[in-house]
């Protein structure tokens, strides 16, 4: 079973970056694609970012240009740099990872962005 914990969320000022990583355990690494996700109050769940394990990468709209995804494959790790900050990036992020040629995917327990100055 694949479980994945984020971390680096908390109170950044508008304009602020903050980056969010997530380590993946109980798995083959290589064997997914990794992303993040975002649902902020009130709001469905949207894509923030997603890698692939040769790391090509695409993106929501409301992100393009302001986050960078990465992983490294080494350390079972995908991160999302988080740029210029707006109020409207609020919400939990959550890290996703889906298991290649299956349906198969799995949820973090997600982390809080929360952009207020």
């Known amino acids: 079973q694949v479980q994945l914990v984020e971390s680096g969320g908390g109170l950044v000022q508008p304009g602020g970056s903050l980056r969010l990583s997530c380590v993946a355990s109980?798995?083959?690494?290589?064997?997914?694609?990794m992303g993040w996700y975002r649902q902020p109050p009130g709001k469905e769940r949207e894509l923030v970012a997603m890698?692939?394990?040769?790391?090509?990468?695409n993106y929501g709209d409301s992100v393009s240009g302001r986050f960078t995804i990465s992983r490294d494959n080494a350390r079972n790790t995908v991160y999302v740099q988080t740029n210029n900050l707006k109020p409207e990036d609020t919400a939990v992020y959550y890290c996703?990872?889906?298991?290649?040629?299956?349906?198969?995917?799995?949820w973090g327990q997600g982390t809080q962005v929360t952009v207020s100055s």
């Open positions: 109980g798995t083959d690494f290589s064997m997914y694609r």
């Open positions: 996703y990872a889906k298991r290649l040629f299956t349906t198969i995917t799995y």
């Open positions: 890698i692939t394990r040769d790391g090509n990468t």
